[in-house]
């Protein structure tokens, strides 16, 4: 009864206190996951409003916050190296390519202090939850816009140029709807509000899994399907109070999949005999980008070249986080960076293992950065400013990091 009472206390504290201000804020991020997400489609040119737009968004952020950082910890300090270390060595390629200084100064200075303490001081207890629902607000717009002037079909392009776009936009609008789920399931008593909220977003997850499967995106599926599993998994950590949620999800989950290959086989060449082909190793594992990344490998020096270099030579990103820094950073801008991104996994793994029993939302910042990682293998989410993905994931770091002192 305790651990109950505790868990009901730990849900009701993560709600309680949500006003005006924190509305405002939530506002503000999915207005600039909007801005950002502008580039998402990496076959059109960034558009000139982008940057304008996206500073006066920070700019009101700055002031709604007050300026203020907080505490940093311990485990604070030694991130912060791993990331600086990457930001400096941005800096250092941008000088020796002659590239666009300002962007990487932004990295070395903004980043840490607006996106890893200000923005999460001032949310407080309610950050995991105004992230994820920046999220699912920030995409609605570029999924709604894509189901009214497009209608569904195989290798769904939506309002993009390439379905792999749609499936990236599909899957990150997703994660924000699987971290509101995953926090409510650690509600009390149901109500009518609830209850309407619960339906909303199963319907919204179920939209985007369709989507999913018509864009054909190989990698937004399997991150999908790797959330569902983390879902899951986190529910069992405590199977014993969440026995209506496991039998609920993996339920549905079998019926959905069961849809799929009745419908998929009834059609032939249908949405998910799409996907199918896509798996089939006939067709080559990762669609020729281990043509840049041989590239990548072979040109590989100490300050990179920049960050559209490789774009203006190939006329394609890296489509992998990791030789993208590589290629644009150099190699030991490379080294930071893992060592970084490693240390995140581990930080954001700890926080669900330890706090999802009383507090749902803590597997949150867990579930982002596995999606930002994941889609990271054979997609193009990194950046200097970056996508509504890549400041989802800055975010979500501010959140692990200030979790403890924020609750």
Known sequence: MATTAMIRQGHMKNCAGFGLSKLLMTLLLAGLIIILSSVVDFSKPLPSWRLPAAGAVIGFILLLCRFRVGKISLQAILLLFFWLGYATMSVASAIVSN???????????????????????YTNKHGVVIIAMAMALGYAPFI????????????????????????????????????????????????????????LLGLSILVGLGLLVASSSRT??????????????????????????????????????????????????????????????????????????????????????????????????????????????GSIGLIFRVFFDIMVIKMTYRLAVRKVREDGYAVGPFMMIMTYMVMGLTENVNGTLGSGIHMAFLLMIGMALNYDENN
Request: aromatic share 10%.
């Open 99 to 121: 590239d666009n200084i300002v962007g990487e100064l932004w990295q070395l200075v903004g980043v840490p202090l607006v996106f890893f303490f200000v923005i999460p001081h």
């Open 144 to 199: 709604l816009t894509s189901l009214i002037l497009h209608p569904i079909q195989a290798n769904y392009e939506g309002i993009y140029a390439n379905p792999n776009a749609m499936g990236m936009v599909a899957a990150t609008w997703m994660t924000g709807l699987l971290i509101l789920v995953r926090g409510y399931t650690m509600g009390g008593g149901r109500t009518l509000a609830k209850t309407f909220i619960s339906i």
């Open 220 to 329: 937004s599926l399997i991150t999908i399907g790797m959330l569902f599993f983390i879902f899951v998994w986190t529910l069992l950590l405590d199977a014993s109070k969440k026995r209506f949620w496991i039998v609920l999800v993996i339920t549905g989950t079998s019926l959905l999949l069961m849809f799929m290959l009745v419908t998929g086989g009834a059609r032939g060449g249908g949405m998910l005999a799409e996907q199918m082909k896509k798996f089939d190793s006939s067709l080559g594992s990762v669609s020729g980008r281990e043509v840049i990344w041989q590239t990548v490998l072979k040109e590989t020096s100490i300050f990179g070249y920049g960050n559209s270099n490789l774009e203006r030579r190939l006329g394609e990103p890296a489509h992998n986080t990791h030789m993208e820094v590589l290629h644009a950073k």
